[in-house]
């Protein structure tokens, strides 16, 4: 019996990157930890959150802790995160519940 995994990526342009940086065949094991992530807000070149997001969650640019850096600290955090070169999943991310 076959079965199909499905993951939902909110964003425009994912199937250029999915091509560009996870088609070929040494990206099995990403396209396999991609799908294990499960619903995604964001999908970028690494699977791994931006040093924001990890440091203060999603939502950073929200989070009193964030808004204590300095205007270039933040603006460092911010162009990274945006960048288009890190994953946010709803799940490891945001904390919600895998659907």
């Known amino acids: 019996m ?3 995994t499905t993951v939902t990526v909110i964003w425009k342009g994912v ?3 999915l091509k560009e ?3 070929d065949a040494k990206n099995a094991q990403k396209r396999h930890d991609l799908i294990a992530l499960g619903d995604l807000s964001f999908l970028g070149r690494s699977l791994e959150p931006s040093v924001a997001v990890e440091l203060f969650g999603f939502g950073y ?3 009193p802790e964030f808004n204590k850096l ?3 600290a933040q603006d ?3 162009a990274d995160a945006r960048g288009g070169n890190f994953t946010v999943a709803y799940h490891r991310d945001r ?3 895998r659907k």
């Open 70 to 72: 300095s205007q270039h």
């Open 95 to 97: 904390g919600e519940k």
């Open 61 to 63: 640019y929200m989070k």
């Open 21 to 23: 940086a996870y088609s």
């Open 2 to 4: 076959a079965y199909i």
């Open 15 to 17: 199937g250029t990157l």
């Open 76 to 78: 460092l955090l911010s």
